[in-house]
């Protein structure tokens, strides 16, 4: 694996001495994007609508308990992320053992596969026609690979996708399958089939010298992803940078092909930002609907066509701990609503403030204004009780406390429209040369935290001179579980000084 290369980007305003940026949104992407430009001495703001920061990557706090809006493991073959990462965190990392698997049937099974595992868990009978399916799958595989599927099917055999893919991806996106397109599979589980999962596990293969397959532990902030954003902010606003919360950005002015302001409502009234530079990170189809005076109508059209699933996390409190070793599970049992669970106090003890207790995080996928989403928080506390019981982890009377947080747009749905709605949406604003769009919703592009903020570093380095193709991150890239470990190089010749070298 290497780094992205200089490709073909769009033609980028270059930053001159004096010029002005503003970032809207305050996750991952844009205060890396906040951090780097401040510490240049560059004049920046990051506008934040939330009254927290790290976007998705945030961590909640509840009564002194601290938990992820979703798990958020630090690892990365990114070497100038990795750089930063300790630059704002320091020793405030630890190594966190890493165990995660699959509920299903009734039975748990190990993730990443584990053949004696599956082995016994799906019996010798089943576990046979998952192998003949996967041969028919590899010797007549499916001539077109356009959804979801399709994509999985080739590669694991139509048996294994009915068992330990469809159920819980339909749960996760609300949509068929069908209706998933293979590029996300491409971006989520590349590399991977059924023969080199089961030969892995088997210790049938001979183990590379460069390549560390199935991450066994991982890096964490003590408390919480949120920890590194909290700590992100703290130094942009030592170094003279601003970082703004409960500031929603309204409308985005352009004039002459350029933005030239925004328009924002804040607690105290509506104001005006006006920049020479803006990196957005809100969603594309906000974006669109931010744009005065309004793009055009196929433009707005396309805008709206962008979908994204949003996410509800029920936080327990329980009085007791050691309930599981795992970090998390994922629940593809459709006998339950819940999609995943996260047990803190194996991520860190630290995120949990009194002895003898758990933190679990019950995730909900559901699309805003839906069932889950509209539900009182009372019933979803006591939705998330009852199904932690019928799983065998909780004895319900042991449940003390819950809070709830809902997270709109946590992830951009690849569904069978979306791509000629984002290329159509690009024909618009690729050519606005000061805006520039990074991160997850940004780019309607399922990225990794540590993908999000290369595509934030690549758009610094292109304001100042680099020529990198920041919609090429997260394309090409090997699948996320394996790491090589030669670390890899960033292109020092494209890099403008002061940018992160790897």
């Known amino acids: 694996m290497t780094e992205p290369q200089a490709g073909k980007p769009r033609a980028v305003a270059q930053l001159q001495p004096g010029d002005r940026v503003v970032v809207i949104g305050a996750g991952p992407g844009g205060l890396t994007a906040t951090y780097l430009l401040?510490?240049?001495?560059?004049?920046?703001?990051?506008?934040?609508?939330?009254d927290v920061v790290g976007g998705?990557?945030?961590?909640?706090?509840?009564?002194?308990?601290?938990?992820?809006?979703?798990?958020?493991?630090?690892?990365?073959?990114?070497?100038?992320?990795?750089?930063?990462?300790?630059?704002?965190?320091?020793?405030?990392?630890?190594?966190?053992?890493?165990?995660s698997r699959i509920y299903y049937n009734g039975r748990f099974f190990d993730y990443p596969l584990k053949a004696a595992n599956a082995l016994r868990g799906l019996g010798i009978w089943n576990a046979v026609l998952i192998v003949l399916s996967y041969f028919k799958a590899r010797l007549r595989p499916n001539p077109v690979e356009e959804n979801f599927e399709q994509w999985v099917s080739n590669r694991f055999g139509r048996r294994l996708y009915q068992i330990f893919f469809k159920t819980y991806t339909e749960k996760v996106w609300g949509i068929p399958c069908t209706e998933i397109r293979a590029e996300w599979a491409a971006q989520r589980i590349q590399g991977l089939s059924l023969a080199k999962a089961i030969l892995s596990a088997a210790a049938l293969t001979r183990r590379s010298t460069t390549i560390k397959t199935l991450i066994h532990e991982f890096q964490y902030p003590r408390l919480g992803p949120g920890q590194m954003w909290e700590m992100c902010t703290g130094r942009i606003r030592e170094m003279g940078g601003e970082v703004l919360l409960r500031h929603r950005v309204k409308a985005l002015e352009m004039q002459d092909g350029r933005i030239v302001a925004a328009r924002v409502k804040t607690p105290g009234g509506e104001r005006r930002f006006e920049g020479e530079h803006f990196i957005s990170t809100t969603d594309i189809r906000s974006l669109v609907r931010m744009i005065q005076p309004p793009a055009p109508e196929p433009i707005r059209k396309s805008g709206e066509g962008l979908r994204y699933r949003d996410f509800v996390t029920v936080a327990l409190v329980i009085d007791r701990d050691n309930l599981f070793p795992d970090n998390w599970i994922y629940i593809h049992s459709p006998g339950v609503k819940v999609g995943r669970i996260q047990n803190f106090n194996n991520w860190s003890r630290a995120m949990v403030p009194r002895p003898g207790a758990t933190c679990l995080g019950l995730e909900y996928f559901c699309f805003e204004g839906d069932g889950l989403w509209t539900?009182?928080?009372?019933?979803?506390?006591?939705?998330?009780?009852?199904?932690?019981?019928?799983?065998?982890?909780?004895?319900?009377?042991?449940?003390?406390?819950?809070?709830?947080?809902?997270?709109?747009?946590?992830?951009p749905i690849y569904d069978g429209e979306y791509r000629a709605?984002?290329?159509?949406?690009?024909?618009?604003?690729?050519?606005?040369?000061?805006?520039?769009?990074?991160?997850?919703?940004?780019?309607?592009?399922?990225?990794?935290?540590?993908?999000?903020?290369?595509?934030a570093m690549m758009t610094v380095w292109n304001m100042q001179g680099a020529k990198y193709d920041v919609w090429s991150v997260n394309t090409d890239y090997e699948y996320h579980e394996e790491q090589r470990l030669e670390a890899p190089q960033a292109d020092r010749a494209a890099a403008p000084a002061g940018a992160p070298s790897g």
Do not use: C
Not at 38 to 50: F, H, I, N, Y
Not at 63 to 84: A, M, N, Q, S, W
Not at 428 to 447: A, E, Q, S, T
């Open 38 to 50: 401040t510490k240049q001495g560059v004049p920046v703001t990051a506008l934040e609508g939330d």
């Open 421 to 455: 709605h984002l290329d159509t949406v690009r024909t618009f604003l690729d050519p606005i040369p000061n805006l520039h769009l990074v991160g997850r919703n940004g780019m309607h592009k399922y990225n990794n935290q540590d993908h999000s903020m290369l595509t």
């Open 375 to 411: 539900m009182p928080d009372a019933d979803l506390i006591a939705l998330a009780t009852k199904e932690v019981a019928m799983l065998g982890l909780v004895d319900p009377s042991k449940v003390v406390d819950g809070t709830v947080v809902r997270m709109p747009k946590a992830y």
């Open 56 to 99: 998705i990557a945030r961590t909640a706090q509840y009564k002194g308990y601290r938990f992820d809006i979703g798990g958020h493991r630090f690892f990365t073959k990114i070497t100038p992320v990795e750089e930063l990462w300790h630059e704002i965190l320091g020793k405030e990392f630890i190594s966190v053992p890493r165990l």
